[in-house]
């Protein structure tokens, strides 16, 4: 009974944990923050994509007196593409234009995130946009995995 219980307790604590990366795409990429979310930029712009804003949260922290370790955000899109959502849900601005960040955890690793298209169809009721979805998730794909190579 004592195994149940704990085999049970780990369980749950392994869904609690996991839950807060729901909908999450995250991956390890093989050059710093800056590099990454450069290569990135660059890849973005390249492919046609409008780049919106890049934030840098580590600077923003400095200036108020406050240490954090190197954290970008970059927010792209192509309105071409993120318009088809829209037009079926517009709550759906609130996770649009796409949003990457890259961050470098407490042990000198540097990680890149983003939503998953899929997930965020699905928060907000998109439901007929299969394609458009599926698009998506192909390019954030394959743009975050040139962005975190090492080449």
Aim: net charge positive; hydrophobic share 45%; charged share 25%.
């Amino acid at each position: 009974m004592t195994r149940i219980l704990i085999g049970l307790t780990l369980i749950c604590a392994a869904t609690v944990a996991a839950a807060g990366d729901e909908g999450i795409v995250r991956k390890a990429s093989a050059g710093s923050v800056t590099d990454t979310l450069d290569k990135l930029e660059q890849i973005v712009k390249s492919k046609g994509f409008t780049v919106f804003a890049r934030i840098d949260h580590a600077a923003g922290a400095k200036k108020v007196g406050q240490s954090l370790r190197p954290t970008q955000l970059l927010i792209f899109g192509n309105p071409k593409v993120g318009t088809q959502l829209l037009t079926s849900e517009q709550r759906i601005g609130l996770d649009l234009p796409i949003r990457v960040v890259a961050w470098e955890d407490p042990y000198g690793k540097v990680w890149l995130a983003y939503n998953d298209p899929a997930y965020l169809a699905d928060r907000h009721d998109v439901e007929d946009r299969e394609k458009v979805v599926m698009k998506m998730t192909g390019a954030l794909k394959k743009l975050t995995d040139a962005a975190t190579s090492a080449k």
